[in-house]
């Protein structure tokens, strides 16, 4: 199933990428490319991002058994909305923060962090569990953090081939969104090991 959402990840992220192309050369209207860029856009990538946690199942979290995510948003009304909430906004106040506006690449693991944990809680809640933590010990931060600098490091090698400037940046962009899904896995199946077998 990872796999799957991977690749569908890839597909709509694609699409999101080529959607923000069209819309910034076709729109002249300062109104409307302040909505594009504070709205749609940001809309269009918590939809890449719901859909591969929730085509991931329960494997993003090593845990076949459990309920799926699709099984947890079901259970309650209101999830689905909360999950985009959560998602949505987190994608707006995030690059405020100065730290990020320099290491722009954090945005996405941080934002998918915040939609795998707030899955992580339901899922918890449904099997009885309530002593989860959400935040990271040292070494698996460390671990995340290695891996994100080795996404931007990745992305910039490989498209330091590109010589139109700005063609460059959106390659850079789409390639790390792409390379920074499996800190998504390593976190989900970190909150996974607190569940009991």
């Given amino acids: 199933m990872?796999?799957?959402?991977?690749?569908?990840?890839?597909?709509?992220?694609?699409?999101?990428?080529?959607?923000?192309?069209?819309?910034?050369?076709?729109?002249?209207e300062e109104v409307l490319r302040l909505w594009i860029q504070w709205f749609l856009l940001p809309l269009a990538r918590v939809f890449c991002l719901m859909s591969f946690i929730v085509l991931a199942g329960a494997s993003l979290f090593g845990l076949p058994a459990m309920p799926s995510p699709a099984e947890l948003l079901a259970q309650a009304p209101g999830r689905t909305d909360s999950l985009i909430t959560w998602l949505f906004f987190s994608g707006l106040l995030l690059p405020a923060i100065p730290l990020l506006q320099r290491a722009p690449g954090l945005v996405l693991p941080l934002q998918g962090g915040a939609g795998v944990a707030l899955l992580f809680t339901w899922m918890a809640a449904a099997v009885g569990f309530h002593g989860t933590r959400l935040l990271p010990d040292l070494p698996m931060l460390l671990m995340l953090a290695a891996l994100s600098g080795f996404a931007m490091a990745c992305a910039h090698l490989l498209t330091?081939?590109?010589?139109?400037?700005v063609r460059r940046q959106e390659a850079y962009d789409l390639l790390l969104l792409w390379l920074q899904l499996p800190l998504l896995v390593v976190y989900g199946h970190w909150l996974g090991n607190q569940l009991p077998a």
């Fill in 160 to 165: 330091q081939a590109v010589s139109d400037e």
């Fill in 2 to 28: 990872l796999l799957l959402a991977a690749l569908a990840f890839a597909v709509l992220s694609m699409g999101a990428a080529w959607l923000e192309q069209v819309l910034h050369q076709r729109t002249r």
